[in-house]
């Protein structure tokens, strides 16, 4: 993939600056009418404290493939060939010989892809890949981050050798988790942040692809509504918001903030639409929540103007409300929304701290405490308790 930054650009141009709910609209006006903070080489992050998404949520069924502890759970779906080696591999596993589990599994990767295709049927790239998850997960639990960077990598360029057209919706979003995955593996790799920007550019520029590819043809817009956007069953907004997140980290990360703003504002958009009217899953309520956080640090970064300031508090106000109208709405504590809302408070007390109103920043970062000693995020009481300890000070 050859380095491009009109890339971002021309993936702004699928996505309409409009969408936002009502209640955050007029965030997005003041974000996009102010340039002025969204240099390329920017200040080193605030003293704003902010949690990110682990790729865990990335949906399960997409990223890895379930079903190797029980033979008969996938005995059919693959050839003799590489069903003998999988046996030998899942029943090494099973007896805690992690060694041979390696061997034979990588056995039945190299037999699964010199095979004919065709001896796969259905959707022959989720069966072959899968066999590469699953050892590359196997080796990042033995930290053998290398070798699972290379697997991954060679899962990944099998897919993309094959024409978009040929590949079903859930073979091309496997490419799509594979490459998210592959971009968080970068650093513990070593590998240099050009490939990191790249891969992850080419996983959020393949699923807009794929969702304007999946739109109905009546729909002839040129343009992704993530407000309306209507999902197929087999993928969920976590699967389409996750990219969108890791490369608006990245950019937050290198300081290019004019692309990490917008890629947030789409995340914020799809996660917190009603879509039609159905309920909006409580831990999608969070991870916009999350995004809304990240919104508020990216803007308060540098030099705190009271326009700016202005700005990022209305973000954290709604990431809070948010995380209260999801809380109210679950029938038990969600970890995702407790670790957020712990996340959220901080960012309100900083925040009140910067406007010098000490008695309400104290309020949140008491509040902050409590809820990251009750979430047991020991980063959270750290962070709570020096603010506190500052306040006194």
């Excluded at 399960?60 to 996938?74: E, P, R, V």
Aim: hydrophobic residues 40%; glycine residues 6%.
């Amino acid at each position: 993939m050859n380095r491009n930054p009109t890339r971002i650009i021309r993936l702004a141009q699928l996505l309409p600056r409009r969408g936002l709910p009502p209640q955050y609209r007029p965030c997005l006006r003041s974000l996009s009418t102010e340039r002025s903070f969204l240099r390329p080489n920017s200040p080193p992050r605030s003293n704003v404290w902010i949690a990110t998404m682990v790729l865990g949520t990335l949906g399960a069924g997409a990223l890895g493939y379930t079903g190797y502890d029980a033979y008969n759970n996938w005995r059919n779906l693959y050839p003799l060939e590489v069903r003998l080696d999988l046996k030998r591999g899942i029943a090494a596993k099973n007896n805690g010989d992690r060694e041979s589990s390696a061997y034979y599994k990588r056995l039945a990767w190299e037999t699964a892809t010199r095979l004919p295709i065709e001896e796969f049927k259905t959707e022959p790239y989720l069966k072959i890949t899968g066999i590469a998850i699953d050892l590359a997960g196997e080796l990042e639990e033995d930290g053998k981050h290398q070798e699972a960077f290379a697997l991954y990598s060679e899962a990944l360029n099998l897919i993309r050798s094959r024409s978009p057209e040929l590949l079903s919706g859930p073979e091309r979003l496997r490419a799509v988790c594979i490459a998210v995955k592959l971009g968080q593996l970068v650093q513990p790799c070593g590998v240099a942040v050009e490939e990191e920007e790249n891969i992850l550019v080419w996983a959020v520029e393949e699923i807009l692809k794929l969702l304007l590819d999946l739109r109905e043809k009546s729909d002839t817009s040129q343009l992704l509504d993530m407000e309306k956007l209507k999902l197929p069953k087999w993928m969920t907004k976590t699967d389409v918001s996750v990219p969108l997140q890791e490369l608006g980290d990245f950019y937050g990360r290198v300081g290019k903030l004019e692309y990490a703003v917008p890629l947030y504002q789409q995340g914020v958009t799809l996660l917190v639409s009603d879509s039609g009217g159905a309920p909006i899953p409580i831990e999608d309520l969070c991870r916009g929540a999350q995004l809304m956080n990240n919104i508020a640090e990216l803007i308060i970064r540098g030099d705190p103007t009271p326009e700016r300031q202005q700005d990022a508090e209305t973000w954290a106000q709604n990431a809070l409300a948010t995380l209260q109208l999801a809380r109210k709405g679950a029938k038990e504590a969600v970890p995702t929304c407790e670790h957020a809302l712990a996340v959220a408070l901080f960012n309100a007390g900083m925040l009140r701290e910067l406007a010098g109103d000490q008695k309400r920043a104290r309020s949140f970062f008491l509040a902050a405490f409590e809820q990251s000693k009750s979430s047991a995020m020991e980063e959270g009481v750290a962070a709570a308790k020096d603010a506190l300890d500052r306040q006194v000070g």
